[in-house]
């Protein structure tokens, strides 16, 4: 199911957006070099997803990744889009760094948007708010999807999520207006 928009009342209510990043934030796969000393590994991300979370970021609202692999390329993107919730090495904890958030922030779980693609993300989508999923996703994360998107992971589907966030909060134009007004200032 393709669904259009997100209600109203749902959408002003989310305060953290979720992210799973592989199959979400890249196309789910990466590429590895082994030399004689190390391991270098590298993915790809599009910029379009990177400008989706700072428009979500400027509207107020926190974003994180969660993923079950730990990752120096996601760590250094976090670092590059201002995402201080990065919580990396959760192949079956993704529950519990969303309750740690949670909890610091005193939010509840009807205040979670959460983007997924796989089995891993079931838990998390089961229990938040907004549970949205990219195009390419597996058909169980797609059957429990309240929003499932056009795009494919990787290829701007943050982007497309972010959209249609903010649309249904009325705040997208007014964030595009900001992001406009800023550039032109610089």
Do not use: C
């Not at 997924?116 to 169980?140: C, I, Q, S, T």
């Amino acid at each position: 199911m393709i669904a259009v928009g997100i209600p109203a009342d749902v959408a002003r209510g989310i305060r953290l957006v979720s992210l799973d990043v592989d199959g979400v934030l890249t196309d789910g796969s990466f590429t590895s070099e082994v030399s004689d000393s190390a391991v270098t590994e590298s993915r790809r991300f599009s910029v379009l997803d990177g400008l989706g979370i700072h428009l979500l970021q400027s509207a107020g609202l926190t974003v994180a990744f969660v993923s079950g692999k730990r990752s120096a390329a996601v760590e250094a993107r976090a670092r590059d889009l201002g995402v201080e919730e990065v919580h990396l090495d959760l192949p079956f904890g993704k529950v519990e760094a969303i309750e740690g958030m949670l909890q610091r922030n005193g939010w509840s779980w009807t205040q979670v948007a959460h983007l997924g693609d796989d089995l891993a993300d079931l838990a998390v989508l089961e229990r938040a708010g907004l549970p949205a999923a990219v195009a390419n996703a597996v058909p169980e994360v797609r059957e429990i999807a309240d929003w499932v998107g056009e795009v494919r992971g990787g290829e701007g589907a943050v982007r497309e999520f972010a959209r249609a966030l903010l649309d249904s909060r009325g705040e997208w134009a007014e964030q595009v207006r900001k992001y406009v007004e800023k550039g032109r200032r610089s």
